[in-house]
Nanobody
């Protein structure tokens, strides 16, 4: 009912930058919140950043000041600009959307397939 397509991952050197994108499509009535989570090998999935439809944002302490989340509501797309990347940012990054979907406007928690970000020299 909701498909999330991520792009922008890859290999970057420490101190470098990357921009992740995630576009939502499907039987969407509205999207309340979109965000990014990440999971490193051996670790649990953790919240990186999230943004609501009114622009309120929330960041993990470890990325504050380095990552910026933004959203284009008209395109149902969320972005994550990452700068000053560190090796510990290496993980699979997953897009998430909390949406109301047709036909019954039920709330759905959707996930993307993930995109790998590797920070290494």
């Amino acid at each position: 009912q909701v498909q999330l397509v991520e792009s922008g991952g890859g290999l970057v050197q420490p101190g470098g930058s990357l921009r992740l994108s995630c576009a939502a499509s499907g039987s969407i009535f509205s999207i309340y919140a979109m965000g990014w989570y990440r999971q490193a090998p051996g670790n649990q999935r953790e919240l990186v950043a999230a943004i609501t439809s009114d622009g309120s944002t929330n960041y993990a302490d470890s990325v504050k000041g380095r990552f910026t989340i933004s959203r284009d509501n008209a395109k149902n797309t969320v972005y994550l600009q990452m700068v000053s990347l560190k090796p510990e940012d290496t993980a699979v990054y997953y897009c998430n959307a909390v949406a109301k979907v047709y036909p019954g406007r039920n709330t759905l928690d959707a996930w993307g397939q993930g995109t790998l970000v590797t920070v290494s020299s």
